[in-house]
């Protein structure tokens, strides 16, 4: 969660989660973790900074201080932190930026040994002035460490994700009475984008949604186009709202009208898929036995070479981040994860299914956070 920093209170979950971080850098054989801007900043910190071109590193040494170097115009957000922390402020001038990273590497004990950063996050500029200051070190890749924490949500988490299910569901529910034929791909995304700033989302999505018709929904990550909405197409939304931090990430698929009987019966099959992949979630379960699940119902109905991406992918502060629901991976599942289940068959000229939801591991099972139709629905006539 991202609660006010002007309140210090006893429920902060900061403290808590670095002392997780500790452990699971010992269990990683990492001394230190460097991170730049980034939902696992703010997981670990609360603190939230904007990428650009002044650097911000917060560096992570188990049973130490949190070190943070930030432009001085920053250094306000650090006065109410419930935690101990050293800051390397700097200012305007770029030449004293480096004896800033210097001073911060040495009180962090950086100067050797293997600090883990985000492979995916972690810019050059950032990473040039962590190697010029800290030259003996080596930095590593800390996936592994980070995707220990962040994969096991707790109440609170389930909670926000909960919420902004709700909030997206909401905005698509308004949005369909206004869909109609001739109506453009990006004229319905631009609603939609209203309507879920209007129920409750954060301005900032997961992503912009995605709204594909016909052909086009053939392309499973298919960017709105001017193309409008014809009598016979099928209709994939796939959007997601924010809220507190969190994430949803919903797909539904609709007819304009009557579609081709094999365009109804791919939408059944998927639909069959996406129940099977659901239901097949619970605690010791494999990532890998869960998409056979969904994936054997599309197998079994001839349409597998159709089937052309992961049954699904974590969910929580970022739309995509560990587990990933997919073969190959022996990852078993425990309470806490939250991740989509969202099978499809796309087929190339013609049009694509996919259906879409979120789901969280409990002890007994499984809980759906989202509870949208799943049924083939007729709109826009």
């Not at 200012?91 to 004293?96: A, C, F, I, T, Y």
């Not at 930026?97 to 810019?123: C, D, K, N, V, Y």
């Not at 259906?355 to 002890?363: A, M, P, R």
Request: charged fraction near 20%; charge should be negative; proline fraction near 7%.
């Amino acid at each position: 969660m991202s609660p006010d920093l002007s309140e210090k209170t006893a429920a902060s979950p900061f403290p808590g989660r670095q002392s997780k971080l500790a452990t699971a850098l010992y269990n990683t054989n990492l001394e230190a973790l460097a991170l730049n801007p980034s939902p696992s900043l703010k997981y670990l910190t609360g603190l939230e900074f904007h990428l650009m071109e002044r650097p911000v590193v917060a560096l992570f040494k188990p049973h130490s201080p949190v070190v943070l170097v930030l432009p001085e115009l920053e250094s306000g957000k650090t006065s109410q932190l419930d935690y101990p922390v050293q800051v390397f402020p700097y200012g305007e001038d770029p030449d004293s930026w480096q004896a800033a990273f210097r001073q911060a590497a040495h009180a962090s004990g950086l100067e050797s040994g293997r600090t883990g950063i985000e492979p995916g996050r972690m810019r050059v500029l950032e990473l040039r002035f962590l190697e010029e200051a800290a030259a003996q070190a080596q930095f590593v890749s800390a996936e592994q460490s980070i995707a220990e924490l962040r994969m096991y949500k707790d109440s609170a988490e389930i909670s926000a994700m909960r919420k902004a299910a709700q909030i997206a569901q909401q905005a698509l529910q308004a949005t369909l009475p206004m869909i109609k034929t001739g109506m453009t791909e990006r004229q319905l995304a631009a609603e939609l984008t209203q309507q879920l700033l209007r129920a409750g989302s954060q301005p900032e999505l997961p992503f912009f949604p995605i709204v594909s018709a016909g052909p086009n929904s053939a392309n499973p990550h298919a960017t709105p186009t001017e193309r409008q909405l014809q009598p016979g197409d099928l209709l994939l939304i796939d959007y997601g709202a924010s809220y507190q931090g969190y994430i949803s990430d919903i797909t539904r698929t609709f007819a304009v009208g009557q579609v081709q009987d094999e365009l109804a019966r791919i939408h059944a099959i998927v639909q069959q898929a996406n129940q099977a992949g659901r239901q097949a979630v619970q605690p010791g379960v494999t990532a890998e036995q869960v998409d056979a699940a969904a994936r054997s119902v599309i197998d079994e109905a001839g349409y597998g070479q159709y089937f052309i991406h992961r049954t699904g992918h974590g969910l929580g502060m970022e739309a995509h981040e560990p587990p990933y629901i997919r073969a190959g991976n022996s990852l078993r599942l425990a309470s806490g994860m939250t991740f989509t289940i969202e099978p499809g068959i796309y087929l190339p000229g013609r049009g694509g299914v996919r259906i879409e939801d979120n789901v969280v591991v409990s002890d007994q099972g499984f809980k759906s956070l989202t509870d949208l139709p799943r049924d083939l629905i007729r709109i826009g006539m």
